[in-house]
């Protein structure tokens, strides 16, 4: 099957053209013409969000887990066509955007499973005790609740597992919420093809039409953005992008006359601590696998590991120069929009000029593609310039190398909030390593052992987040069962009628 965008938005139901319009900037083949959204597409939107709440919310769990079981099968069946156009538009490999595509709909039954089990409503149930003195106490019965309409922003570096039908729109939809999707302008069309299979599912499972809406934007302003994030009807944000753009919708968050929670997932540099046993007995097989971590996906994914800290002597030197020979083999990726292919140069520019930093591998990018860079540094200089903390998103990696291990330790200290942070480490690191992982564990939402951080295991257990910058919200996931957790909040009811408890506390 052949899809051809009709560029429109998606709003309760209804395509939707719009006066203000943008093309699109494939990666390959044809460009095509797509609606910009206005502040008054963003109203109708949320408007319809609003009246679908209380019917959507009043879904039996066994409803709402048909519903995203049919999202995930009506994407599936647009399987080759979501491919096409997603490998037009991004340059990701057919691979790539396969595997992506099965982790989109893998999550979807899986918030399909976790609410049918019920345990993320945490029900609790204190029983009334009326002859207690010197008071009596009432019956208590608690339960989770869906808070409203969720404003969703698709992310640039995944068109599907973050985006349209992605990680936040699931949770939020087995929740019990409406879900406005702001569309990210690298990949309008796969937003638009998803979105096609949203209101595929809505039909066939006769939801309301106000459940989700898609509407597109050319992202040159901030108007949509805004007026999606300060919407009196939004309850709360889910948004995977930079640190910058994040921050900003952050902030209108919180200054509005009701605050609502932005859950921001703004990336890190997932650093790598590599002791001396490991380092001396698998050297070679790190850096190799640090240089596929790195490289993959033109290093566009918010776990990308981008520094390895290490100590000083023979084993380092031999490291540098394996992670030189890994790197220096790969080729030219294309990355998934000029703009970031920019930020990229941009950003190794600003490390490159940096003192006491020392090019180890240099290379030339052209306007869309990356290839890595690599570069060393000592914990002193580290330490002394906050900048070479900053992310750099791409293929581009720093070899941090301290005296000692009091040193490196020093550099663990000094890190702001990460995604992940990784020991590597052989039996005789045991008691070394053992100091940094309570350092660790303050500093990521996820601690590694042996292992490299990119890719993200969609499962009860897993924690995609951290302490600020790498998130907004220390305390929640935007991967994992656990995400649903965000777009809930407890109501306790207090000696109410049986009759007039929800069902689920029945």
Avoid at 202 to 207: A, G, T, W
Avoid at 260 to 289: C, H, K, T, W, Y
Avoid at 331 to 336: D, E, R, Y
Wanted: net charge negative; hydrophobic share 45%; with cysteine.
């Amino acid at each position: 099957m052949t899809f051809t965008p009709s560029g429109k938005h998606l709003i309760a139901g209804q395509w939707q053209s719009a006066e203000q319009t943008f093309v699109s900037q494939p990666a390959h083949g044809q460009a095509y013409r797509y609606a910009c959204g206005t502040a008054g597409d963003i109203d109708a939107a949320v408007q319809a969000a609003e009246q679908a709440f209380y019917p959507y919310s009043a879904t039996t769990r066994a409803q709402r887990a048909a519903f995203l079981h049919a999202i995930a099968d009506e994407i599936d069946a647009r399987g080759d066509s979501i491919t096409a156009i997603g490998f037009s538009e991004t340059g990701l490999p057919e691979a790539r955007l396969i595997g992506e595509r099965g982790r989109t709909c893998g999550q979807l039954r899986m918030f399909a499973e976790h609410i049918l089990s019920g345990d993320y409503l945490d029900k609790r149930h204190d029983p009334a005790v009326p002859e207690r003195q010197p008071l009596p106490r009432a019956d208590l019965r608690l339960i989770q609740q869906p808070v409203g309409p969720v404003a969703v922003f698709g992310a640039s570096n995944f068109p599907l597992a973050f985006s349209t039908a992605g990680g936040d729109t699931a949770s939020a939809l087995a929740a019990g919420c409406p879900v406005v999707v702001k569309g990210h302008p690298a990949h309008p069309g796969t937003a638009e093809i998803v979105a096609e299979a949203i209101l595929a599912a809505i039909e066939s499972c006769q939801m309301p039409k106000g459940v989700f809406s898609l509407v597109q934007d050319s992202g040159e302003s901030f108007t949509v953005g805004r007026a999606l994030v300060q919407h009196p009807l939004i309850k709360a944000v889910g948004f995977t992008g930079s640190l910058k753009g994040g921050r900003a919708l952050f902030d209108l968050c919180a200054a509005r006359p009701e605050p609502i929670p932005f859950f921001g997932e703004l990336g890190s540099v997932n650093p790598m601590f590599l002791f001396p046993n490991a380092l001396a007995n698998r050297g070679d097989a790190i850096a190799q696998g640090w240089a596929g971590s790195l490289t993959m996906g033109a290093g566009q994914f918010c776990t990308n590991p981008g520094i390895a800290v290490l100590i000083a002597g023979e084993e380092a030197d031999k490291f540098v120069a394996k992670m030189k020979e890994s790197l220096s083999s790969v080729p030219a990726q294309t990355m998934l929009t000029d703009g970031i292919a920019k930020a990229y140069r941009k950003g190794q520019q600003r490390i490159a000029a940096v003192s006491g930093v020392q090019e180890v591998l240099t290379s030339m990018c052209d306007q869309r593609s990356a290839t890595p860079y690599l570069y060393a540094t000592t914990a002193k200089a580290w330490l002394a310039n906050e900048s070479l903390a900053e992310e750099v998103f791409g293929p581009l990696g720093m070899v941090v190398i301290a005296e000692s291990l009091a040193e490196m330790l020093a550099v663990a200290h000094s890190l702001e909030g990460q995604l992940t942070c990784t020991l590597h480490v052989d039996q005789a690191d045991m008691a070394d390593a053992k100091a940094f992982m309570p350092v660790l564990t303050r500093k990521a939402g996820r601690v590694l052992a042996n292992a490299f951080p990119t890719g993200v295991e969609v499962c009860d257990a897993m924690v995609h987040g951290g302490p600020y910058p790498a998130s907004t919200n220390f305390g929640a996931t935007s991967v994992g069962t656990m995400a649903i957790r965000r777009f809930l909040r407890p109501v306790c009811y207090q000696d109410i009628p049986a009759a007039l408890l929800p069902d689920d506390l029945n």
